[in-house]
């Protein structure tokens, strides 16, 4: 506990080392809070990086006197920075920064390489696919991504809702891998 202590005196003071332990130390609380507050315009990674603002925070105005345990203090700064985050990514009013195009850019156009190289990972990923899925998983497949939804699966395909619920299960573990 004195070794905690003194890396948080240590970070408190902006000592580089003892704020790259805390971090390590609190990253499992962190990526753990980002993962459950992710939002339309806050990402995994933006929220995480919140997160670490939070962990800042904690650092700065954690008192000992006040409160009893850093680790409780900064789980609630961690989350309260990406739930504020959170909130402002899914305003109205940052639609239009979230959605622009650069102007300055040039529009990418793929060489012949490129697109040689990309019909070749396609063909591949395809092929993996459907070596990977079972023929009623590969028609469930087709039929998701058509667009639709389990009950209408079901029926052209004849079978339960279940089933077809089941086969998309195990179509994204198979995919995940």
């Not at 040039?106 to 396609?122: K, L, M, R, S, V």
Request: contains cysteine.
């Amino acid at each position: 506990m004195a070794d905690f202590d003194e890396q948080l005196r240590r970070a408190k003071a902006r000592d580089e080392a003892a704020l790259a332990y805390m971090i390590a130390r609190e990253m499992p609380l962190i990526r753990r809070t980002a993962r459950k507050m992710t939002a339309p315009g806050l990402d995994f990674e933006d929220a995480v990086q919140e997160g670490i603002i939070g962990l800042f925070r904690a650092i700065e105005t954690y008192d000992s006197t006040r409160v009893s345990s850093f680790t409780t203090y900064a789980a609630a700064c961690i989350r309260n920075a990406v739930i504020t985050a959170a909130r402002t990514a899914g305003r109205k009013r940052n639609q239009p920064l979230n959605s622009s195009v650069p102007f300055d850019e040039e529009p990418f156009t793929e060489g012949p390489e490129q697109i040689a190289i990309d019909n070749e990972a396609y063909r591949l990923t395809v092929h993996r696919i459907n070596t990977a899925l079972s023929p009623f998983e590969s028609k469930v497949l087709r039929c998701k991504l058509a667009g639709a939804s389990s009950k209408e699966i079901a029926a052209r395909l004849g079978c339960e809702k279940k089933t077809a619920d089941n086969a998309l299960w195990r179509i994204r573990q198979k995919l995940k891998r």
